[in-house]
């Protein structure tokens, strides 16, 4: 078994392929999922896995250089936003580099995870709780 905190084999082998400037993104119960990325759908029920506890099981493990978010989440859910941008301030600290977040439209947002390597789909039904994690490298 694994040591890692991260223990869904989709999801860990996901960050295992990723390359630098790949992307991973973690999504509500809503988010559309295009037909080319992976889809690693862990809904159980509506809230059942919460989206910060995927993208902090996930940050666990990926090396992040920046991510993405809609405008419409830091517009409209502030204390959730909130919560993303401690999660990476804690996560800029242990890896000693400064994680750059990007504001796009919502639609902007759903056009860019067709570049992604995965696609993860959580319970979570609030409005806009979705990020696209850029990765980084751990060297250089």
Do not use: W
Not at 69 to 89: G, K, S
Not at 123 to 138: E, K
Request: one cysteine or more; a negative charge.
């Amino acid at each position: 078994m694994r040591k890692a905190v991260l223990l869904n084999a989709p999801i860990a082998r996901a960050v295992a392929l990723m390359g630098h400037t790949d992307t991973l993104c973690i999504g509500d119960a809503g988010l559309p999922i295009p037909a080319g990325p992976e889809r690693i759908d862990l809904a159980v029920t509506q809230g059942l896995p919460a989206f910060l506890d995927v993208l902090e099981a996930t940050t666990g493990e990926l090396f992040v250089e920046r991510v993405t978010v809609a405008e419409e989440l830091r517009d409209t859910q502030p204390a959730l936003y909130e919560q993303i941008r401690n999660l990476l301030a804690a996560l800029q600290d242990l890896q000693g580099n400064t994680i750059a977040i990007d504001h796009v439209p919502h639609e902007t947002f759903k056009v860019q995870t067709a570049r992604s390597r995965a696609v993860v789909r959580t319970g979570d039904v609030t409005p806009y709780a979705n990020i696209i994690l850029h990765s980084g490298v751990t060297f250089g």
